[in-house]
């Protein structure tokens, strides 16, 4: 039992702005109170709920890539020493599993979605989970290039489809689906890329990225999984794409949708040489279309390395650094590209990047439709997420910012124009209650009496980045963890996992298209439930 | 700089129409590689399977495998790293000369053609054995290759793919990485990971002798190591869990007999295309797994007082 | 002049990490904290004074006596000073150096001067593997300073160096120049194979003839004007580099076309 008084609490789920007010936990939930008990007084103390991380990329064979990949970043990084009761770990670029946990817990993230999770080693991303202390996990699986359902759809057999979808979200115990550059990558997987919108993908005749993206969303929505089609559009990172993205935003057009990493689809101009930042048509169209949610992705100054499912961008990035490029194929299904790189402030492309990223954060009105993210590891260490809260409180902060940048930016972007100022009720928002929320985890990001007891208290300080870096408590279903920067315990997470229904024939119809396309047998695909540590059921639901 | 390009088996299955084996022999030693993967399977891409598929040889000697290959290239030994950093300056147009060629053993045709029927290729595979990768060179030659395989994607869609040897070898190389972010050759004694081959790697250590005990899971150094190692194996308390005797357990100053993995010990083993593949027992054994013994062992050494002395619980700076 | 003595009393039964045994470490320190000093016997934290008797303080100029072929990662990271060795010394010796100067009367370990940016090393004896090189996965080896071996070297010879001058006065082995992008290399004895693989940019030059790779072009004799200066500092070291006409010429490659790099091979043709 652990009491929390005199604190000032922000709890946007329950419309709470900066009141003070005594918290209850027992059993790892909120109660309304008890006597007795361990008291922490948190007066003149800042309470959050606990941070939800909707879109990163923790767990499994892309960042393990990643992580043989950089030696020189682990070894030039902070260490987590050894105890008796806590394992050591590297942060980083591409930290290590036990020190992710530690990390994410270490500013007061509760709550982690690993994005990308391809069937076929969909058991390698659940081990590697159950290795990430502390915090609770759920994953996505990637559906947009699986070629038998893109064969299906092809041939018009959209039920059918939908029962395939649903099939390898459970066999890869994922909690929803994420689709990576529709087609894209299927046609990467002969050097090539797809492009537009409307044009068949390489090797099919009817079938668009747009008509892929269409029907994923549909599909999701019927099967009435918590969190909607995780989308990552056509074109990430190419000057102009915001033509691409418009257009996919059409085409959800009547289904919920989350588009994933905005930034990086949110460009103008026809080169690198003339990219600018599209951000203000961007959030024109989705400030007027509920439907939808979205991360930022923001990009911030620095090394990091590059990781995606999206293997024509990879490869790009390698021609364009000519540094380290790690690339791998998965039968069927996907494929991904890594390439450590680092984001200059005297690059006009990156320097555009920084600056798109926050304008998305702030021209989106709603905070509870734009979340923060970097696409960790992407466009940068998700540790670094302090930096871009203060990016957003502090419109001078920002100012000293854009003064380092190169002076032919100014009419590339619109960051300058922009006076806001995010209040803490909105950080919070954009933090935990949104992301919660927009994934359907009705335990998470709220302090309300029933919820899961994560919390985080800062102290209450004018730089915003120490003072959501250095968490006074952070509290795991109402266990301490950290306490004033020292890890106190790490405790294990859960796993949440969703089972859409789906025809029992399934198995039977999969089994002798899976024999001809993929080189395990069928048993050995789909991961088994006693292979999940500490799995947590949740309930699809009914969208209209 | 060079980087690691690369694909699952399944994609190999499905799309390769020009396979490379380097300094392997699948054809004895990974016998079902060819049907399996490489060269027999038919598939949407490939309709006529064998057909459509080109596979070249290149080793020191002509194995059973230069019979199932459409194109035998023979290299002088010792000549791997030096041929393939002359494919790397062909595919980049860089003018070579017969003579330049001509101590890898092969002829200027013979290359050129290589070349022009590795960019023609829709989708090329390297696949690399022991051949290369522990002749003289070593790394350097397996980053040889990755290289070449990296540059070829200016070109067409190319990977290159390691055969690995015995054991789980793969599977305790994706553990460590996303445990301590390194593969192998890693030294915890400053309470932390930290990676240095040719410092770290086994081998080494036990070469010059920097340890004072061995712990071996499902290796048998004793019969694959120099001798110097093997000699300090034997003079170190050496435990050793194996199901088997093995050379070390003999040598070893305690031998756990534990339960064969895969056999009847569940698990996970990691394919060399780092596809996870679930183990499941089909047999009873009386003997204990693997990880019940460390487990237990841990949990015996939690019971002693720490030997670290008073750390900091972060190092901003590694040594 | 005040200096710091240490002499090695007890053998090390396995590796001890010493990187408190820097000028940078000790300057400031009085002899009661320069005897406790953290070292690692294996994993266990020990004293300095448990394995070295300790003469002196507060100073930057270190004397060690003893057999420290165990003794890893002496003057890393050190900025001034000098360190002298009498005897064998363990692996990273100066690894990561920004200046000051290490002088060892025996042989060195691996890794000396590894990713070194500046200062000087001197080895009498022979040296390791990985000379002035980049460690695993990093971009950039050595990037400025001189490492001078009298005797032989191991493989990877300034592998990846940028900035900074090897002169290795016995043979090199295997893949010296490795990936080079700058610098100079000097092999008085010549080296085994793969000299200069990969390179991009660069000069190594071998007084011995060399087995080159097939990816290097040979590009004219002659006698560059640089060597002249290049000579004339060398011999403040104490290396002699020929450069006059009269008693032979240099025959330059150009390479690793496999790159393709614009690194220079020189190799001594003495006049007959």
């Known amino acids: 039992m652990l009491r929390i008084t005199g604190g000032t609490i922000y709890d946007p789920a329950n419309g709470i702005n900066g009141e003070v007010r005594d918290l209850y936990v027992e059993d790892g939930k909120f109660v309304s109170s008890f006597t007795g008990g361990r008291t922490i007084d948190a007066t003149g103390l800042v309470i959050f709920p606990g941070g939800v991380d909707v879109h ?31 394992r050591s770990g590297l942060g980083g670029m591409a930290p290590t599993t036990f020190a992710t946990g530690y990390l994410y817990a270490g500013m007061g993230f509760t709550t982690v979605n690993e994005a990308a999770v391809p069937v076929l080693s969909a058991r390698h991303t659940h081990e590697e989970m159950a290795d990430i202390p502390i915090v609770d996990k759920s994953c996505l699986v990637l559906m947009a290039n699986n070629e038998i359902m893109l064969d299906l759809l092809e041939a018009g057999e959209y039920e059918r489809a939908k029962h395939i979808v649903a099939w390898h979200v459970w066999a890869a115990k994922a909690y929803g689906v994420k689709a990576v550059n529709p087609g894209g990558v299927a046609a990467w997987k002969w050097g090539k890329d797809a492009n537009q919108l409307s044009e068949p993908v390489e090797g099919y005749k009817n079938t668009t990225p747009g008509s892929i993206v269409t ?57 690198w040489d003339t990219m600018k930042s599209e951000s203000a048509q961007l959030a024109e169209y989705f400030n007027a279309h509920p439907n939808m949610t979205t991360d930022a992705g923001a990009v911030l100054f620095g090394d990091t390395v590059t990781i995606t499912a999206d293997g024509p961008w990879q490869h790009l990035l390698y021609k364009l650094t000519g540094r380290k490029w790690g690339n791998l194929d998965v039968e069927n299904e996907t494929g991904c590209g890594i390439v450590p790189y680092s984001y200059r402030p005297s690059n006009l492309v990156n320097a555009v990047q920084w600056a798109t990223g926050l304008e998305l954060l702030l021209l989106i009105d709603d905070p509870w439709r734009v979340f923060l993210s970097t696409d960790h590891p992407n466009g940068a260490c998700f540790w670094r997420y302090p930096e871009i809260v203060q990016l957003l409180m502090c419109a001078d902060f920002r100012k000293e910012c854009m003064a380092g940048l190169p002076p032919e930016i100014m009419n590339r972007i619109t960051l300058p124009e922009i006076n806001r100022e995010y209040t803490l009720y909105e950080i919070a928002t954009i933090m935990s209650a949104g992301p919660a929320r927009a994934l359907g985890l009705q335990q998470k990001g709220n302090l309300g009496i029933g919820k899961d007891a994560d919390m985080v208290i800062y102290h209450s300080d004018k730089d915003i980045a120490r003072m959501f870096g250095h968490p006074r408590y952070v509290i795991k279903r109402g266990e301490i963890v950290i306490e004033e920067g020292d890890i106190r315990e790490t405790p294990d997470g859960s796993e949440y996992l969703v089972k859409p229904s789906f025809d029992p024939g399934t198995d039977e119809f999969l089994r002798p298209l899976f024999e001809d396309r993929y080189c395990m047998s069928f048993e050995n695909y789909p991961v088994e439930m006693e292979r999940i540590e500490r799995p947590d059921l949740q309930q699809c639901i009914t969208t209209e | 700089m060079g980087g690691k390009v690369t694909c699952t088996l399944g994609e190999v299955k499905n799309r390769a129409d020009f396979i490379v084996y380097w300094g392997g022999n699948p054809a004895e030693c990974h016998p079902r590689h060819f049907t399996k993967y490489t060269l027999m399977q038919k598939s949407p891409f490939l309709p006529r399977g064998r057909k459509d598929r080109t596979m070249v040889l290149v080793d020191i000697r002509e194995t059973k495998s230069a019979k199932a290959s459409n194109i035998f290239l023979q290299v002088r030994p010792g000549k791997d790293f030096e041929l393939i950093t002359l494919l790397r300056a062909m595919i980049k147009d860089q003018p070579i000369s017969e003579a330049q060629v001509a101590e890898t053993g092969l002829t200027i045709e013979q290359l050129q ?18 051949g290369l990768s522990m002749t003289r060179g070593k790394h350097m030659n397996s980053a040889a290759l990755l290289t070449l395989a990296a540059e070829m994607n200016a070109f067409t869609k190319f990977v290159a793919m390691p055969m690995r040897g015995h054991g789980n070898v793969t599977g305790a190389d994706v553990i460590m990485r996303w445990q301590t972010g390194y593969p192998f050759g890693i030294s915890f004694n400053r309470g932390y990971p930290r990676y240095n081959p040719g410092e770290f790697s086994t081998v080494d250590v036990l070469v010059r002798g920097d340890t004072d005990c061995a712990f071996i899971i499902g290796a048998d150094p004793g019969a694959t190591m120099p001798q110097p190692a093997i000699d300090h194996l034997a003079k170190v308390p050496t435990i050793v869990l194996d199901p088997h005797v093995t050379h070390t357990s003999k040598l070893a100053r305690v031998h756990i007999t534990t339960a064969p993995a895969g056999i009847s010990a569940p698990g996970t083993a990691y394919r060399m295309d780092e596809i996870p593949l679930p183990l499941r027992p089909a047999l009873k054994s009386p003997y204990p797994s693997d990880e019940e013994v460390v487990r237990r062992i841990k949990e015996a050494l939690l019971e002693k007082p720490d030997w670290m002395g008073e750390r900091p619980q972060m190092l901003q700076n590694q040594i | 002049m005040n200096k710091i003595k240490l002499t090695l009393k007890k053998n090390p039964t396995v590796v001890l990490e010493t990187e408190v045994i820097s000028p940078d470490y000790f300057l400031e320190r009085t002899h009661e904290e320069i005897c406790a000093s953290v070292v690692y016997h294996g994993k266990r934290e020990k004293r ?35 360190v002298t060795i009498h005897g064998d010394v363990g692996m990273h010796l100066g690894a990561l150096m920004n200046g000051g100067v290490i002088e060892v009367h025996g042989n060195a370990g691996d890794w000396v001067g590894g990713e070194m940016k500046r200062g000087k090393i001197h080895i009498h004896g022979d040296a390791g593997q990985q000379v002035g090189a980049a460690y695993r996965g990093s971009i950039i080896g050595m990037t400025g300073g001189t490492i001078l071996v009298d005797g032989n070297a191991g493989i990877e010879v300034g592998m990846r160096m940028r900035r900074g001058m090897i002169v290795i006065g016995g043979a090199a082995r295997d893949f010296a ?96």
């Open chain 2, 113 to 130: 053609d290589f070349v022009s029927r590795m960019k023609a290729a829709k989708y090329g595979v390297f696949f690399f054995g022991m």
């Open chain 3, 48 to 82: 300095l004074d448990e394995f070295f008797d300790v003469d002196g303080e507060r100073s930057d100029c270190i004397e060690i006596h003893g057999d420290l072929q165990r003794v890893r990662h002496v003057g890393r990271a050190m900025t001034r000073g000098e």
């Open chain 1, 56 to 86: 990163t990329h923790v767990a499994g064979g892309s960042i393990n890539f990643a992580r043989a990949m950089t030696p020189e970043d682990h070894r030039r990084t902070q260490a987590f020493i050894r105890s008796q009761t806590r």
């Open chain 3, 177 to 272: 120049g490795l990936q080079m992008k700058g610098g100079t290399i000097v092999l008085c004895g010549g080296a085994e194979i793969r000299t200069g693989a990969w390179m991009q940019r660069g000069t190594i030059i071998s007084l011995k003839n060399l087995a080159l790779m097939p990816t290097f072009a040979e590009s004219g004799v002659y006698n560059p004007t640089f060597l002249n200066v290049y000579s004339r500092h060398l011999k403040t070291l104490g290396v002699q580099l020929p450069f006059a006409e009269v008693d032979g010429r240099y025959r330059r490659y150009s390479g690793d076309q496999g790159v393709p790099g614009k690194g220079e091979i020189l190799i001594w043709e003495p006049a007959v």
């Open chain 1, 215 to 271: 029907s994923l969303a549909k599909i999701i929505d019927e099967l009435g999984l918590p969190h909607p089609i995780h989308l990552h559009c056509n074109n990430l990172g190419a000057p102009g794409n915001i033509t691409t993205t418009l257009e996919t935003m059409k085409h959800l057009e009547g289904h919920r949708a989350h588009m994933a990493h905005l930034q990086y689809h949110a460009y103008g101009g026809d080169d």
